[in-house]
């Protein structure tokens, strides 16, 4: 089973704290949440979340500056989103073994992996290790599958947010597959719904 994920975060350059998380499986089932237990007053005071990030999470009307509604119903602790994924990956699960695909994804699945603790502690459904869109991306540029010419699946809007982040890394894989396979088409514009 293929499953496309991305979270958004604040990191310092010693801890990675989630914000948000989108995930979308290959047979089009999609989960999202916000972070209820961040540390929201180090967000509220990191100037580019409060730009590209904290506008795409449900807001509190009336405030001068963007401000979450942590009661709104996608706003969970950490725990909670913990066992909705562990659930929502064993459901949607077919007989293949999970991938997780990601687009710079590094930091992508240390959160992943710290909604359990330690990585040892991941669920048997979620793997060890996440494959990395850029990686193949620059892959297929290097041995010249993909050339100059080539423009890659962009999204209109929505960028920062965790769950058309991961849509689009779902069209982003099959991009790269049909390019990698030889097949040509028009790559899609991926937007929020």
Known sequence: MDVYYDFEFLENGRTIEPISLGIVTGNGAEYYAV?????????????????????????????LT????????????????????????????????TKLY???????HVCLAQLWGRMIDLPNCIPMYTRDLKQDYDRLRVTGVLVDNDVKPEQ???????LVDARWNRTMHDWLLKKEHGISETPKVVNAK
């Open 102 to 108: 990601g687009w710079y994804s590094a930091y992508d």
């Open 35 to 63: 972070v209820k237990d961040a540390p929201w007053g180090l967000i509220y005071r990191h100037e580019w979340l409060m730009a590209n990030v904290v506008p795409h999470l449900p807001q509190i009307p009336g405030w």
């Open 156 to 162: 209109d809007s929505g960028e920062h947010h965790a």
């Open 66 to 97: 963007a401000r979450v509604n942590l009661g709104h119903d996608i706003c969970k602790p950490k725990s909670q989103i913990a066992l909705e994924v562990q659930y929502f990956l064993t459901v949607n699960r077919d007989d293949e073994d």
